[in-house]
């Protein structure tokens, strides 16, 4: 009778009376597993998760294998990280009762937390043929589908819910993703526009139309549905990033526009990273207004007094340790050939290596960073606060931050001090700002030691170069230079349209009017828009380059990409930003790249690859020096021939390539700040 009333009492929502008479039940029968499932059930309700498992687990010795109760635990599991756990125990719950969609869908769901895509793929389209309904598993399949890079799959299977749901706005809302992840943009405009008529109020449909509408290069519309999401809205952070980001181009123009939208919420920490990048896109804007800002993030997303990870962590200065990378970056992208080379090569008896996976984009190369890693974690939908937790019940030792203020970077997890020892490395390019981070990786040519004043982190100088470079495999030989068969030099730059404006242009211009029967090529796959070139050849116009003299291309796939540099004889730097990975790659082609270093870190990329990658004569003082280097090889283009397989040579024996020494120098110094706890 008191087991009636419990489950009375928990179905009517009065779970404290539940409590009582099930624990009146269990006075009768101590062993009663209905009783200690549904006391573990209520304690999961009120996320008393060690409780629940207890009680649970009395229930499982009662009743052994019973798979309601292997559910219960399979899901308490979860929500206490234990995910490889909760798929061994939703497995035996699966094999139990294998008609049962919703034990089924949690499986899956586990899965997926723990990184395993392609067992979720598959268990999700079990849970869709037992239950041809089922809407959640029609969304995390695509959801799934998309993360393994197969966006156009995850769209077909949105397309097949919709006809099963067609008033569901969440599978709408979910296929326009996919149609934009697919690049698809009319047809995601039209998915987006849809879902909007379901629910008209949902901020997030209308940031998501805005941001299609602004790719598809109409701004004005674009602007109205970041404005109407604010007025549904007023935090919704998202439409002030992409009011915020309707200028793109690295321009001041730019650092206005972040700055009048902070102006109306000066706390939006996307927006505040955002105006931090374009600061260090524009030229015109010294290092100390640049640390000036950084330091006004770090001011007004402040750390705690206390931090999250836990007062007992251990401290062994000799342990295993466990180390957590946090970045939006683990997929084709520098980070591919600069910090996945340095996660394979670590000795994996003294270190763990944790992913926090933050960004929507995946591809092949996600899968090789979620090979090298020990434990993988898809974070993209938790708070700051939720994935400091995971990171401290993961009891991560050393936390990585990969991405600095680039998107989908998660620093505002960093303030709450999830990790012991944090630090900052990798693609951005300047202090974070925040105390709670503890010592930023540099080197003595980008971060030299005269510049500590700038950076709130300790400077530490582990290497000659503060990243490594492993060629792919792929890499065509390097080709003839072009001067051996055209009439003159061919200068280039590879790099993202997003770093040339009116500074490199200018640069440029006065190395083609020093060597007037010299061309330029650019080449990526940005410059497939009319309008992107366009104020490229104006900028060249108004420096008196005439048009004849510029060529664009579209790049291709990073095979193609590196073959085309047979097309250009010489690399020019970009400024104020220059170029890492490209320069890299000029240099595994043997083109030269020639640079003048900033007085910024991310103005001396090129200068650090050059001097320790073997071919230091690519740096100049100024750019008249940059000029005479320039004439000089228009003077004897034959010296181009031999350099084209030298180059190449030095930099692969230099010690940018050696990616065990690198591998060395890096975890040494992981272990030696961990001592210094």
């Given amino acids: 009778m008191s087991l009636e009333k419990a489950f009375a009492s928990y179905e009517a929502g009065e779970r404290a009376a539940a409590r009582a008479a099930a624990e009146a039940e269990l006075k009768i029968s101590a062993h009663n597993a209905d009783a200690l499932h549904l006391l573990a059930v209520i304690a999961q309700d009120e996320n008393r998760q060690s409780e629940a498992e207890d009680f649970v687990r009395r229930a499982l010795k009662a009743v052994p294998g019973q798979p309601l109760y292997l559910n219960t635990l399979g899901n308490g599991l979860v929500a206490q990280g234990r995910t490889n756990e909760a798929i061994t125990v939703l497995g035996e719950a699966v094999q139990a009762a294998p008609g049962q969609p919703d034990i089924m869908f949690n499986l899956a769901n586990a899965e997926r937390t723990a990184g395993r895509y392609e067992d979720a793929s598959e268990t999700y389209r079990k849970v869709i043929a037992l239950r041809p309904g089922h809407i959640g598993a029609y969304n995390n399949l695509a959801l799934m589908l998309k993360a393994l890079g197969d966006a156009e799959s995850a769209a077909t299977v949105l397309i097949e819910a919709t006809a099963r749901a067609p008033g569901s706005f ?44 602004k790719e598809g290069g109409r701004p004005d519309e674009a602007e109205k549905c970041f404005r109407a999401a604010i007025a549904i809205n007023p935090n919704m952070s998202q439409a002030y990033v992409g009011l915020a980001d309707l200028t793109d181009d690295g321009t001041m123009d730019a650092v206005a526009h972040r700055k009048a939208v902070l102006a109306l919420k000066p706390d939006l920490a996307a927006v505040r990273s955002s105006l931090l990048m374009c600061m260090q896109y524009a030229p015109g804007i010294s290092r100390a207004e640049i640390a000036a800002e950084h330091k006004k993030f770090g001011e007004i997303h402040k750390s705690p007094s206390k931090s999250a990870f836990a007062a007992e962590h251990d401290l062994s200065p000799e342990r295993k340790l466990r180390i957590g990378v946090v970045s939006g970056d683990f997929r084709f992208h520098a980070m591919a050939f600069f910090a996945l080379p340095v996660f394979k090569a670590r000795a994996r008896d003294r270190f763990e290596l944790v992913c926090y996976s933050t960004g929507a984009k995946v591809d092949h190369h996600t899968l090789n960073f979620r090979a090298a890693a020990d434990l993988w974690r898809d974070v993209r939908a938790l708070s700051a606060e939720a994935l400091a937790d995971l990171i401290a019940r993961d009891k991560v030792d050393i936390l990585i931050d990969l991405a600095g203020h680039a998107p989908h970077n998660r620093l505002l997890a960093f303030t709450l001090k999830p990790a012991p020892l944090q630090i900052a490395w990798g693609d951005y390019v300047d202090t974070r700002g925040l105390p709670a981070i503890d010592v930023l990786f540099g080197d003595p040519i980008q971060t030299p030691a005269e510049d500590d004043k700038y950076y709130v982190e300790r400077v530490v100088r582990f290497a000659p170069d503060y990243i490594c470079y492993a060629p792919p495999d792929y890499a065509p030989q390097p080709a003839p230079p072009p001067a051996l068969r055209n009439n003159g030099l061919t200068f280039g730059c590879f790099s993202e349209a997003t770093k040339i404006g009116p500074a490199s242009v200018a640069q440029w211009a006065a190395v083609l009017r020093a060597v007037p029967d010299a061309r330029f090529l650019f080449n990526g796959y940005l410059w497939a828009d009319a309008g992107r070139q366009g104020k490229i050849i104006s900028l060249f116009m108004d420096n008196g380059i005439g048009t004849d003299r510029i060529k664009f291309q579209t790049g291709g796939d990073h095979a193609t990409f590196l073959g085309q540099y047979a097309e250009v004889d010489i690399i020019l730097d970009t400024t104020p930003y220059s170029g890492g990975l490209t320069t890299c790659e000029a240099l595994l082609m043997g083109v030269p790249v020639l640079t003048v270093p900033g007085e910024r870190f991310c103005g001396r990329h090129a200068a650090a690859h050059l001097i320790n990658g073997g071919y230091p004569d690519g740096v100049a003082k100024d750019v008249n020096e940059l000029i005479a280097k320039a004439k000089a090889f228009a003077a004897d283009p034959t010296s181009l021939a031999a350099l084209r397989t030298n180059i190449r040579e030095a930099f692969l024996a230099s010690r940018v390539c050696d990616v065990t020494a690198f591998a060395q120098d890096f975890y040494g110094a992981l272990r030696a700040e961990w001592k210094k706890l």
Avoid at 175 to 190: F, S, V, Y
């Fill in 170 to 213: 969440e599978i709408r809302f979910n296929l326009a993703n996919a149609l934009h992840t697919a690049g698809r943009l009319d047809a995601a405009e039209g998915a987006f526009r849809k879902a909007i008529e379901l629910a008209p109020r949902h901020a997030e449909a209308h940031v998501n139309l805005g941001v299609v509408l």
